[in-house]
């Protein structure tokens, strides 16, 4: 577990910055649209010819990337082409083009999706001192084969208008006070997957079934994005609901009377839920020096950017976050789970069927 304390977070804005970017576009799953992708999708004009002075990356995390991008190109001389799509499809993709992919770096929004391209051979392991100097080891494969740029937390959220007294667990949200009142993510969606995964990790199996249910139980309005389910929220169409906090520092930062608080889970325990922004490159990378170039670029002198544009945090606990995301203070973060949420995945996506998780 991971405590960010003021100290820290001081320390870290002195040193760098801790990062939290605003991620809109990978939130779309594929039954759910968001304009965000188009406004940050840029697909790349991708062949398998191997140019010394590209790299081609495969991204599900959309949000911002493409002035970070700009940025690499401008230190280094190395173009980025980069084409976007949800982690599931961009895997498949890469299984699809075999030995013939341009693709050098895939980039994912989620830990149990970067552990599935592991397990499938699509990923080649890295030998980096300055990776394994800067992403703390929970945050990495213990084979080299995939690094955190960034963590998403995803935390319980509360009218700042309507709750007094919201749960500060995840099974807190199936208590029948909340009947009604509550606002999840749909079962399809990465996110409530690897939710749902750590909760078997920490609660075991049988536990982790029962909290689901309480919270089906307690009828839940679904929303297949999290700037919805904040504006549900805010607007009473429910009172909590269970969201990333990287889509607040975004609506703050339109309305900065936004009337959704963040509460932060499991502080007596665990942590709060914590999934991650990774990078890796391909087992067929035509240019794999290039990509291991730019993931040890956004891990050091891109840190910042790539996290801070979405409101992330940087993986790298020496680079400070947001001021927006640091107003919200320090939390404990549920960062030892991380490696194995794509192992329990499978009993989650169970958990999800067998209670009616819609
Ligand atoms: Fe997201």
Redesign the pocket.
């Known amino acids: 577990m991971d405590l960010k304390s003021p100290s820290q977070i001081v320390g870290a804005l002195a040193i760098g910055a801790l990062l939290i970017a605003a991620?809109?576009s990978?939130?779309v799953s594929p039954a759910s649209t968001d304009a965000a992708v188009d406004e940050s999708t840029q697909d790349a004009e991708v062949d398998a010819t191997a140019d010394a002075g590209v790299v081609t990356v495969y991204t599900g995390r959309h949000y911002g990337i493409e002035p970070v991008f700009d940025e690499f190109t401008a230190a280094t001389g190395i173009e980025v082409r980069f084409t976007t799509g949800n982690d599931p499809e961009l895997r498949e993709r890469l299984v699809a083009e075999g030995a013939n992919t341009p693709a050098d770096v895939v980039m994912t929004?989620d830990a149990s999706n970067i552990e599935l391209a592991a397990a499938a051979g699509l990923l080649a392991p890295l030998t980096s001192d300055v990776l394994t100097s800067t992403i703390p080891e929970e945050l990495r494969s213990a084979s080299g084969e995939w690094f955190t740029l960034s963590e998403?937390a995803r935390v319980i959220i509360s009218s700042t208008e309507r709750v007094d007294d919201p749960p500060t667990t995840y099974a807190g949200v199936g208590d029948p006070a909340w009947d009604g009142r509550i606002c999840l993510r749909p079962s399809t969606h990465p996110?409530t997957q690897s939710l749902v995964a750590s909760l078997v990790m920490a609660e075991g199996e049988e536990r982790a079934t029962e909290i689901v249910q309480s919270w089906v139980d307690n009828e839940p309005l679904y929303i297949n994005s999290?700037t919805d389910i904040y504006k549900a929220v805010a607007d009473g169409e429910c009172d909590i609901a269970i969201a990333?906090t990287?889509?607040l520092g975004r609506l703050l930062t339109e309305d900065p009377t936004f009337p959704v608080q963040i509460v932060w889970p499991e502080q007596d325990g665990r942590g709060a839920h914590v999934n991650v922004s990774t990078a890796a490159v391909t087992a067929n990378a035509p240019n794999p020096e290039n990509g291991q170039a730019l993931i040890e670029w956004l891990a050091t002198d891109g840190q910042a950017q790539f996290a801070n544009v979405n409101f992330e945090y940087p993986a790298d606990p020496a680079v400070a976050p947001d001021p927006i995301v640091a107003a919200w203070g320090e939390f404990k973060a549920d960062l030892a789970a991380v490696r194995d949420l794509g192992a329990n995945q499978p009993t989650a996506v169970e958990i999800l069927d067998t209670t009616g998780y819609e």
Do not use: H, K
């Open positions: 991620c809109g990978d939130d929004a998403r996110y999290d990333n990287y889509y």
